[in-house]
Structure formats: C-alpha cells, structure tokens
C-alpha cells in the first residue's frame, strides 16, 4: 500500500479542499496521513468530528492551546522572533520558513518521520516541509496552491509578504513533481512564471450532497439572497450588497448571511440596512452542512474583489457551493468569475464589481422575473451534477497522483 502525508499549517476543518484529497486517497486505496496545526479554537471542535468519520490518520504538530501547550508556546514566540528578522535582516537560512509558517520545523520533524511515497502541501507555508521531507525520504512531493500566493496578501512588490511568498516560491517550486491549482488562471499565472511547470487545474467543488432537493418553481414568497463565509463583516461586497437592495427598496427581498458576526457588526450592517429589506444572520455552521442550509435560499451572491490580483483570478468555493445548492448565482466581473459564468451563463448574472447599480440591476431582474430565476436555478442544480462535482475532479486528481507515483 502507498503511503501519502497531506501537510498544513491549518486545521482540516478550514481546509476542505485538503480534506476532500485525502478522503478521495483513503477510498482508493492509499495509507493517508494529514499532519496538521492549529488555527483556530472553532475548527479545533469541528475537526474533533471530523476525524470520527475519516479512513485518514490526522497528526497534530506544533501543539495548540488544548493539546502539547508547551510547543504551543514556544512555537509562537520562535514565529515571532523569525518574523523579526525577516524584516530587518535576512530572507535566507530558513528564517523565512519559520516566518511564513509558526510550525514548520514542527510539521518536517513529523512528515520525515514518516516514511511516504508521496508528500503533499496545502497553502504555501507547508510547501517547504513537503519539499524538505519528500528529499530526506527519496520520496515525491506535489503542491496543491488554491491561491497565487505572492499576490494573496498585495499586489506591491516591495512588500514584505510579496518578499517572502516569492522567496519561498522560487526556492521550492522547482523541487515539486507536480502542481496543483484551483484555478485555470492561477495555472497560467503560475506557468508564465515558470516555463518548466505545467499546473493541473482542478476545481474547488464538492462532492454532490443528495440530501439537497431539486429547485422548485417560485412562489409567492419572498427571494432569499445568500452569502456566507467564516466571518461576517461590511467588507467583501457585503456594504455594496445593502446599498443595492436600499436602492430596489422592495420588502419582498431577503438577505441571509451565515458566519460569525459579533453584536457591533450586527449592529453596523442592520443600521446600514434600515428598513428596507429583511436582513437575517445565521452563526456558523458545521462545513459539510452549508450546501445543503444554501439549498433553502435563491441567489448565492458571490461578490469577489479584483484586488490584490490573487482574488482576480481565484475560484473559491463559495460559487461552487451555490451551484451544488441549487442558486442562481449573482458573481462580480472577476477574471475568474467572469470565465467560468461565461462557459456556464444559463446559471446566472454577472455585475461589474464595486458598482452598486450593476448589482442592484442583476438582483431586481430576477425580482421581477421569478420564471428566469428558476430556470437559472435549475441550471446551476443540473451543471453541479452532470460537470462541477468533486467527483469529476478527483478523477483528475487521482490520475495525477497516480502518474506522480509511477514517474
């Protein structure tokens, strides 16, 4: 049996796309291990039910406040000391490593004690651990990178975490046997960089959740948008949103947001909505359970920015998420965005980001078009079933591994 360690310096809860690899590893045969560190407290219980469930052997590294606080410790002041000198004295000698992720030196000490055939990272700051462990072991490694990392945080070059991404980026990338992308743009970005690499792109989707029902004709009853994310803020398109239902001004229209809010945030966005439409928050819920809470609403609102040039030309899988729901999906003009509604237009609108009328235009059409409504959530429930499915794209994932390994 193959043996594969799946490293980050996240929670497998954050991460579904992690966890979606290492389940499709497990049922086909593979001896998975996903060594992991702590984010944060909320994932620290979802993941406690998570790994009930899974064929894979998740490790910790690194400690966390519940678990090995000793580690813990020193491991977040060792961060913070690197990340001093990565400001004001060097990028080499591993002191980057250490800066971009607190556990590191943790998460090599663990993935070359295991002995794999295969290492792969997840998010950037695991991309030297898998590098160093697959060397030590004569083993493969892959890099799965969701984002364009150099330009996840800003698009100036003469920024520190421009700085580091790039260093860590040149100095490791030459080394992976493959990589992986969640984007055909971050693909071709990541190529025109370097010409020896050829990225497979494979989608952020999920696996089709049959407890969600097919889109039923629309009734009388109120059009329920929806957005969700880990937290709730005016950022992110949400201030744009109710400037855009204040100016339709129609009772009829709802708007459902899902993540943690705090009072003051509930307070700021229900006094910036007014009375104008009905604004809901929903707390978190468990990740596997957001499609099919999506499924109760209409339109999934994914409103993205263009800036740094990282949000551009991702795909995350919140649009994913309202496809395999069942919504109309209502997307801001990102390149990314903006491709993927152009191959599949019948699934909804797309408005020009930041522009407050552009949005309200696309929301008050199927306000007042609930037929078209439908039919664009019927469309986007039949794409996610016949096409955008994790159980399309993990086929492209597995051939790659499995050609990894046979190389």
């Known amino acids: 049996m193959k043996k594969i360690v799946l490293i980050s310096v996240g929670q497998p ?27 944060t407290e909320w994932a620290w219980q979802a993941d406690k039910i998570l790994f009930k469930e899974v064929k894979w052997k998740p490790i910790l590294a690194g400690g966390s406040p519940f678990e090995d606080k000793i580690t813990y410790f020193f491991s977040r002041v060792r961060v913070k000391l690197f990340g001093f000198i990565v400001r004001n004295i ?45 060397k030590i072991n004569n083993a493969k490694c892959g890099f799965d990178a969701e984002d364009f990392h150099r330009n996840e945080v800003t698009d100036d070059v003469g920024d520190l975490d421009y700085k580091v991404a790039r260093f860590i980026d040149d100095k490791y990338l030459p080394h992976v046997n493959y990589l992986s992308t969640s984007s055909p743009y971050i693909s071709a970005a990541y190529h ?50 109710i400037s855009a239902l204040k100016m339709i001004n129609n009772q ?27 604004l809901v928050f929903h707390d978190p819920i468990a990740p596997d359970e957001i499609i099919r809470f999506a499924s109760a609403f209409d339109i999934g609102l994914a409103m ?8 551009d030309i991702c795909l995350t899988n919140k649009i994913f998420t309202y496809m395999q729901a069942g919504l109309t999906i209502i997307a801001s003009d990102t390149t990314a965005q903006k491709g993927l509604m152009g191959e599949y237009p019948e699934t909804g609108k797309v408005y020009e980001n930041r522009n407050v009328q552009s949005l309200a235009q696309a929301i008050a059409y199927y306000a007042a078009n ?31 591994v499995n050609k990894t390994l046979a190389s």
């Not at 993205?304 to 949000?311: C, G």
């Open 13 to 39: 809860s954050t991460n579904p796309r992690l966890v979606k690899e290492a389940n499709s590893l497990a049922e086909a045969g593979f001896d998975v291990y996903v060594v992991y560190s702590y984010w």
């Open 192 to 241: 025109d960089l370097y010409k020896d690499i050829s990225p497979v792109t494979i989608l952020n989707v999920f696996p089709i959740d049959k407890r969600v029902p097919k889109p039923q004709a629309p009734a009388v009853a109120a059009i329920k948008l929806f957005w969700f994310s880990q937290t709730v803020s005016a950022a992110r398109g949400i201030s744009d949103c």
């Open 370 to 400: 609930r037929d078209e409504l439908y039919a664009a959530k019927k469309a986007s429930y039949n794409t996610a079933r016949s096409k955008l499915n994790w159980e399309s794209e993990s086929e492209k994932f597995l051939a790659l």
């Open 90 to 134: 060097t990028l080499q000698y591993g002191i980057a490593e250490i800066a971009k992720g607190r556990t590191y030196p943790n998460l090599v000490k663990i993935a070359k004690s295991i002995k794999a055939d295969l290492y792969i990272a997840h998010v950037q700051a695991a991309l030297p651990a898998a590098v160093n462990a697959a």
């Open 304 to 311: 993205e920015d263009s800036i740094p040039y990282n949000r």
């Open 252 to 278: 009829g229209i709802e708007l459902h947001l899902l993540g943690y809010a705090d009072m003051e945030t509930k307070q700021q966005l229900a006094t910036l909505a007014g009375d104008s439409f009905k």
